[in-house]
T-cell receptor, first 111, second 116 residues
Framework: DAKTTQPPSMDCAEGRAANLPCNHS???????VYWYRQIHSQGPQYIIH???NNETNEMASLIITEDRKSSTLILPHATLRDTAVYYCIVRVANQGGKLIFGQGTELSVKP | GAGVSQSPSNKVTEKGKDVELRCDPISGHTALYWYRQSLGQGLEFLIYFQGNSAPDKSGLPSDRFSAERTGGSVSTLTIQRTQQEDSAVYLC??????????????FGSGTRLTVV
């Protein structure tokens, strides 16, 4: 599975959009981009995933560049409860196997 | 059940004792995963079960660790002769496996193991 690079930490003002970047320059054609988050003292929570098209759900939007070498997770109106570690993971879908979590980005949403 | 259930939520054990951690996945989920997370650290993959296939045990740190999944549902992670470095939160996750579909994992709340 391709490796990802994320900034270790970011701050965001409450109510503003949080844009979390992820680089995955070695991603291959059949690898998806997944995002999870882990709020303190809880298990990780699935957020969203995509292959090449931009995706949106009730939690977030995922923007993937045309060359697929990077992506951005967007939380449109961050709240204090969005403070968490956000993990970007790339892997082949539909073949099972484990997700490998990196160090992620620690997002702090401040009032 | 509605989510992944893990028990116990907290376990304190003496060094050298054996412990068993239990995971009840979401009904119908064929894939089950164990991870552990030491204090302030990232998630470390331990073992993965998929249906009737042989489990992927590549993440187990030593032969003191083992896991089984009975009847394709409940899983038990066993740690023999526990050491202080085994202290961590042990997380279980499950996911469905449907041809042509692609789903994320659902994690449980974990078991916090403290070896004293």
């Amino acid at each position: 599975d391709a490796k990802t690079t994320q900034p270790p930490s970011m701050d965001c003002a409450e109510g503003r959009a949080a844009n979390l970047p992820c680089n995955h320059s070695t991603i291959s054609g059949n690898e998806y981009v997944y995002w999870y988050r882990q709020i303190h003292s809880q298990g990780p929570q699935y957020i969203i995933h995509g292959l090449k098209n931009n995706e949106t759900n009730e939690m977030a939007s995922l923007i993937i560049t045309e060359d697929r070498k990077s992506s951005t997770l967007i939380l449109p109106h961050a709240t204090l409860r969005d403070t968490a570690v956000y993990y970007c993971i790339v892997r082949v879908a539909n073949q099972g196997g484990k997700l490998i979590f990196g160090q992620g980005t620690e997002l702090s949403v401040k009032p | 059940g509605a989510g992944v259930s893990q028990s116990p939520s907290n376990k304190v054990t003496e060094k050298g004792k054996d412990v068993e951690l239990r995971c009840d996945p979401i009904s119908g989920h064929t894939a089950l995963y164990w991870y552990r997370q030491s204090l302030g650290q990232g998630l470390e993959f331990l073992i993965y079960f998929q249906g009737n296939s042989a489990p992927d045990k590549s993440g187990l740190p030593s032969d003191r660790f083992s896991a089984e999944r009975t009847g394709g549902s409940v899983s038990t992670l066993t740690i023999q002769r526990t050491q202080q470095e085994d202290s961590a939160v042990y997380l279980c996750a499950s996911s469905p496996r449907v041809r042509g579909a692609n789903y994320g994992y659902t994690f449980g709340s974990g078991t916090r193991l403290t070896v004293v």
